[in-house]
């Protein structure tokens, strides 16, 4: 499964942005998709997944409220909806996909498929 990420760009602060990531080569279905991101000097972060199924939802503490994670899968697209953004949030984005079970949700090594980032860039 190849995964592209978009979306990002340039938000003042208290703004939205919608990010997408678009699998090609396979199907989304069945997999446990996620964000994470990576800000300039720090290790990369898990932001939210989602269940195969839609189901159930995972955040970080850090967005929860202000993030929305959903997919479509007869689309094969995964979304990720932000609101009241501040400039922690600028990062590089980058979506998963795997298996992970929920123990390893948060975890990047339970993702061994990799969109190539967008960069959100919020100004305050």
């Known amino acids: 499964v190849q995964l592209q990420a978009s979306g990002g760009g340039f938000v003042q602060a208290g703004g939205s942005l919608r990010l997408s990531c678009a699998a090609s080569?396979?199907?989304?279905?069945?997999?446990?998709m996620a964000w994470f991101r990576q800000a300039p000097g720090k290790e990369r972060e898990f932001v939210a997944a989602i269940r195969g199924n839609g189901g159930t939802t995972y955040y970080a503490d850090s967005v929860k409220g202000r993030f929305t994670i959903s997919r479509d899968n007869a689309k094969n697209i995964v979304y990720l909806q932000m609101s009241s953004l501040n400039v922690e949030d600028t990062a590089v984005y980058y979506c998963a996909g795997g298996r992970p079970i929920t123990s390893t949700v948060r975890r990047r090594e339970a993702y061994y498929y990799w969109g190539q980032g967008t960069l959100v860039t919020v100004s305050s």
């Open positions: 080569e396979g199907t989304i279905g069945g997999y446990g």
